[in-house]
Every structure is written in structure tokens, then in C-alpha cells.
């Protein structure tokens, strides 16, 4: 298990952690991440895992980290709120907006569900117990204690959550419904698209068609991107989706055109109490676009 960061977080995030190949701190990251860098450990705002300040003349052996507050990128705020559907000593369940991801990754930082609900509830140490896509709205869990996080967690990656999610796409007559779609499903680092490949299965989804355009589907594997790759498969990609089949540029700061999917529920047995909990999203799918 990891150590607790030597350093709190701070306004809802927290420090950046950074693995040493060795030798003089302040050199390695002078040369790493250039001057900006260097000019922290000189300020003393860079400490070692035990807490101890790095200094200008700090010599670490490989594999030792430190840690240092990041500097935020430049964000364009996402309009949206963050609804909360349940809350305990525990948990917050929310609902996630579109265009907003879950947590810090490149250039989505502080416009993060974990860092704007930590913010907003006062709760440093909530963590997202599973993740949705930026791009997907809908039912999200968070720990908010560290002692509790693994418990959640664990209950995510065996697949004892039952989630459903709600998605509009075309209609093709042709096909018929309810379908379980299996395929091998690969996303590789670097790439904005995930691939399907003729080998052993990795995913399965359910799908059923509601009517008119709209479909519920049924995840009963977790793969990145899988319903939206699943559905393109069909020729029925999901409505406003900017990646499959096709590439599409969107400014960052365009929130006119949602993905159509949304994460509708999730149910489960709490790990801690025992309680059977099942959430549903109060958000709505944005109509069929013209």
C-alpha cells in the first residue's frame, strides 16, 4: 500500500509525486522539468517521502520520490454542476456532467469532479471508488475517507456493481434486440481511440433498444471507451461522439454538442454496512440531434 503523501492537499488537490533515477535532487529535475522546477526545491516547496525538505545540495538513490505541488495548466471552466445524489460517512454519489472528467489527468486538473467536490465539500481525501469518461454524465461514487477507499474500490474491479447506462444512437431495422456484443478491446497509451481486435474476447455489453433511438446497455466487463466502441461496431455510433467512427476536433471550450450517454444507475451491496444501495441518475439524455 502506498504511504500517505508527506505533503496535505492543498485547495482540493494534491501533491505531485515524482520517482528519482538518483543522485543530486535538484539537478535531476532542474534537467527534467526545467528551471520552474528548480526554482521550487531553492524555495524549499519540494520534500522528500519522509517530509524532510530538499535542499539545493539533497542526493537521493534511484527509485526515491518526492513530492511538490503542481502548477495548475491553464482550464476553461465546464458551466456544469455537480448534483448530489447520496451521502454518508463513507460515500458521495453524484451526478457527473458531461465534459467534466473524474480526476487530474493533463490538462483537466482543477476542473475535475475530485477536485471541485473536494472543494465545494470540504472532503481532502475524496477519491472516485470507479471512473467515467469526460465525456459521459452520470451516477459516480467517491470515498471520503482513505481507511475506506480499498473496500470500494475492490467492489468496482470484481464486478460486483450492476451498472446501466442509457445511450441515444440510430436505428437500423435489420438488427435485432436485446444483443450481447463480445469483442477484444485494446486501448493503447498515446492514442485517442480504442481498437478491436479478432482475439479472445475482453468485453461484453447488453443491449436493448428502448424505442425511437434509445438504448440501454448493460456493461458486464469494463473496458475503456467499450459501450461507445460497441455501438459503433453496430453502425450505430452514440450521438455526438467526437471519437467514434470518426475524429472530430472540438474546442475546448464548446459544450454544445454532449455525448449521449449516460451512466443511468448503479446497485450494489455496501462493502461496510451490508445495505443494499441502488442510485439513479436524475440527469436526462439531450434529444436526438437534428
Known amino acids: 500500500m502506498r504511504r500517505a503523501a508527506p505533503l496535505p492537499p492543498r485547495d482540493g488537490l494534491g501533491p505531485a509525486?515524482?520517482?528519482?533515477?538518483?543522485?543530486?535532487?535538484?539537478?535531476?529535475?532542474?534537467?527534467?522539468?526545467?528551471?520552474?522546477?528548480?526554482?521550487?526545491?531553492?524555495?524549499?516547496?519540494?520534500?522528500?517521502?519522509?517530509?524532510?525538505?530538499?535542499?539545493?545540495?539533497?542526493v537521493l538513490p534511484p527509485n526515491?520520490?518526492?513530492?511538490?505541488?503542481r502548477e495548475?495548466?491553464?482550464?476553461?471552466?465546464?458551466?456544469?454542476?455537480?448534483?448530489?445524489?447520496?451521502?454518508?460517512?463513507?460515500?458521495?454519489?453524484?451526478?457527473?456532467?458531461?465534459?467534466?472528467?473524474?480526476?487530474?489527468r493533463g490538462g483537466h486538473v482543477a476542473q475535475t469532479a475530485t477536485v471541485r467536490l473536494r472543494r465545494e465539500l470540504g472532503l481532502p481525501e475524496l477519491s472516485p471508488a470507479h471512473r467515467l469518461d469526460r465525456l459521459t454524465a452520470g451516477v459516480l461514487l467517491f470515498t471520503v475517507r482513505r481507511e475506506v477507499r480499498g473496500a470500494y474500490q475492490t467492489m468496482f474491479t470484481r464486478g460486483e456493481v450492476r451498472k446501466t447506462y442509457l445511450?441515444?444512437?440510430?436505428?437500423?431495422?435489420?438488427l435485432r434486440f436485446p444483443m450481447t456484443v463480445r469483442s477484444r478491446i485494446v486501448k493503447r497509451r498515446g492514442q485517442l481511440q480504442a481498437v478491436e481486435k479478432p482475439d479472445e474476447p475482453n468485453a461484453e455489453t447488453y443491449i436493448e433498444h428502448l424505442g425511437d433511438g434509445l438504448y440501454r446497455l448493460t456493461p458486464r466487463t469494463g473496458r475503456t471507451h467499450q459501450l461507445r466502441v460497441h455501438m459503433a461496431s453496430l453502425g450505430l455510433p452514440i450521438l455526438g461522439d467526437p471519437l467514434?467512427?470518426?475524429?472530430?476536433?472540438?474546442?475546448?471550450?464548446?459544450f454544445s454538442t454532449p455525448l449521449r450517454l449516460l451512466a443511468d444507475s448503479i446497485e450494489f451491496e455496501d462493502p461496510i454496512t451490508r445495505e443494499v444501495r441502488r442510485l439513479v441518475s436524475q440527469l436526462k439524455l439531450a434529444g436526438r440531434m437534428s
Open 244 to 254: 467514434y467512427p470518426n475524429i472530430i476536433d472540438v474546442a475546448r471550450d464548446d
Open 17 to 58: 509525486r515524482v520517482r528519482l533515477r538518483g543522485g543530486s535532487v535538484l539537478v535531476e529535475l532542474a534537467d527534467r522539468f526545467g528551471d520552474a522546477v528548480a526554482a521550487k526545491v531553492l524555495a524549499g516547496e519540494v520534500v522528500c517521502a519522509d517530509g524532510q525538505v530538499v535542499t539545493a545540495s539533497t
Open 167 to 174: 445511450a441515444r444512437a440510430g436505428v437500423d431495422p435489420s
Open 72 to 104: 495548475l495548466p491553464d482550464e476553461v471552466e465546464v458551466p456544469f454542476d455537480i448534483p448530489v445524489l447520496y451521502r454518508d460517512e463513507n460515500i458521495v454519489v453524484v451526478d457527473k456532467p458531461h465534459f467534466l472528467a473524474t480526476m487530474p
Open 64 to 69: 526515491s520520490h518526492v513530492y511538490m505541488y
